[in-house]
């Protein structure tokens, strides 16, 4: 798809123009897959990757190739898996908490030293920004780092014994088994790592297949996860989802579903395991965030929030702003300062200084964000923001929507794309009523500066989503904050702490607390008989 508007007519490059240091040496190809703490070599069909970054003659960039593994790669990684955590006598779930925090630290140092790769790769395949690629691995590593020192302290903190009603018991956390992590295409690192990485250290073996953009990234970590881990606690698969997770949930062996999508991907899977009541799932699922921007809010800061809130990485985040109700009072000058900083924002490829809109990865996304354009243009809205919707083959400059009503697609769809629908209301009831029909309930920003209306909605929405923001966006981090959702937005709640808990199960020795069962229980400690039953104190 092309465009009349000759401005974005070179917004594409040729190989030569780009800058040395983010040329790719040749095209990736593939084969390599870890399976049973050994890195096979595929021989079979392979899978194209193609990058959202076009040249000027409007082809896309080929990448290269990952391997198309077939249901017995997938049952060798169940296998492998199953054997490894061998019901939890395996050596992994066996082994002291300090023990696997050096495995995880020992992996983080190997994948530090890859960070140069794995960020040029994360620019080539989804098209994020280098200030935003960079800052997703340093992210990551930082998440790892934070996961340590919370599983530090619950171990210390799990480390005393209680005495009650004649009992003398310990409580720690188990792992659940084997465990099936899947992320998403926008942050094909960092939120895969936010399951992947706790069910690891809580001592699960894993088996793993990356979005389906965002593949060859994981690629120079391969080594690391094998040289880091006991065999078969890590498993890579690469391929059709439907053909490879299917007959895997079918097993009813897979004992914990990780995932970060759609919900109807994940109810699907859900579905397919014959033991619902034996699985434990971990989702975090879409969004249609909005935020209510009151007649008294600083505009300054609504529209600074705003623009960032819903166009950051081309909009392409679960949390982003993806409708704006704006107050009638104020939605001219609203529209006016927000339509400039968007027409201000800086297009074009990854590498470029500042650059914040850039190529979308999805095949077809462009035409699936017209289709929306077209839907509400056609039912009274209209582009207010100039150069509005214009398309280069992968790329869209942003579009601002006005007004938006119900009876529009953009009003109920998450477009996860720089399309912003805004509209008006009058009476605070009416976003209040967006929220509560939606099925939807991650989160939502409210803008303005009455105490009293401020409260009122925070009591309201408290009650419809999961994080309640102030003046600013919606937004994952701090990561040691809960990070979940409500309805059909998510299912259990990550964070660097309530993550460790997802992963894991309470379990408890206890005794009945008399001379003989205290002698028991002082040898176990003394002579460090037991890796569950310690006082052990990790520093």
């Not at 050596?91 to 890859?114: G, L, S, Y």
Request: charged content about 25%.
């Amino acid at each position: 798809m092309k465009t009349n508007n000759k401005k974005y007519e070179n917004i594409f490059t040729s190989i030569e123009e780009i800058p040395k240091q983010f040329q790719l040496d040749g095209e990736i190809s593939q084969d390599e897959y870890l399976i049973d703490g050994s890195i096979k070599h595929w021989k079979g069909q392979k899978q194209d990757v193609y990058s959202p970054i076009c040249l000027k003659d409007g082809k896309q960039v080929k990448l290269g190739t990952y391997p198309k593994l077939t249901q017995n790669e997938a049952h060798q990684a169940l296998d492998s898996a199953m054997n490894a955590y061998n019901h939890g006598m395996g050596q992994w779930p066996q082994m002291k908490v300090e023990e696997r925090i050096k495995a995880v630290e020992k992996f983080t140092f190997k994948m530090i030293e890859k960070r140069e790769e794995v960020v040029n790769l994360l620019m080539w395949e989804i098209g994020k920004s280098l200030k935003d690629s960079q800052k997703e691995f340093d992210r990551t590593v930082d998440y790892i780092k934070d996961t340590i020192e919370a599983l530090k302290n619950l171990d210390r903190k799990n480390s005393q014994l209680e005495i009650e009603s004649g009992i003398l018991a310990q409580v720690k956390r188990s792992p659940l088994g084997v465990t099936l992590c899947m992320g998403p295409f926008n942050y094909p690192l960092n939120e895969t790592f936010t399951t992947l990485i706790p069910a690891l250290i809580m001592g699960n073996a894993v088996i793993f297949k990356p979005p389906k953009f965002g593949v060859l990234l994981h690629r120079p970590l391969l080594e690391a996860f094998r040289d880091s881990f006991p065999k078969g606690i890590v498993n890579t698969l690469y391929g059709s989802g439907e053909e490879l997770l299917t007959p895997l949930m079918k097993s009813g062996k897979i004992d914990v579903l990780a995932f970060i999508g759609s919900s109807k991907v994940a109810s699907t899977m859900e579905h397919h395991h014959p033991k619902p009541n034996r699985l434990r799932s971990v989702l975090s699922l879409e969004a249609k965030n909005a935020a209510i921007v009151m007649p008294d809010a600083n505009l300054e800061v609504a529209v600074n929030e705003c623009v960032t809130g819903s166009l950051s990485y081309n909009g392409q985040r679960c949390t982003a702003l993806k409708i704006l109700f704006v107050h009638e009072n104020i939605v001219g000058s609203f529209l006016e300062q927000f339509n400039a900083k968007v027409d201000a924002i800086k297009y074009g490829m990854p590498w470029d200084k500042d650059v914040q809109i850039t190529p979308l990865p999805e095949s077809n996304k462009t035409t699936y964000l017209k289709d929306l354009i077209d839907d509400a243009t056609s039912k009274g809205a209209k582009i207010v923001n100039k150069d509005g919707g214009t398309i280069k083959n992968t790329f869209m400059f942003p579009a601002v929507l006005y007004p938006v009503n119900k009876d529009m697609k953009v009003y109920h769809e998450e477009q996860f794309g720089p399309v912003v629908p805004i509209l008006t209301y009058k009476d605070i009831h009416e976003p209040m009523q967006y929220l509560m029909e939606s099925n939807y309930g991650q989160q939502v920003s409210i803008f303005g500066n009455n105490s009293d209306e401020i409260a009122k909605m925070i009591d309201s929405f408290v009650n419809q989503v999961s994080r309640v923001n102030i003046n600013a966006q919606c937004q994952r981090g701090p990561d040691i904050f809960p990070f979940t959702g409500r309805k059909d937005s998510a299912q259990s709640t990550l964070s660097v702490g309530d993550a460790l808990r997802a992963f894991s199960i309470r379990s408890m020795v206890a005794i009945k607390n008399n001379s003989e069962n205290k002698e028991i229980v002082t040898n176990i400690l003394r002579d460090h008989k037991s890796n569950f039953l310690s006082t052990d104190f990790i520093l």
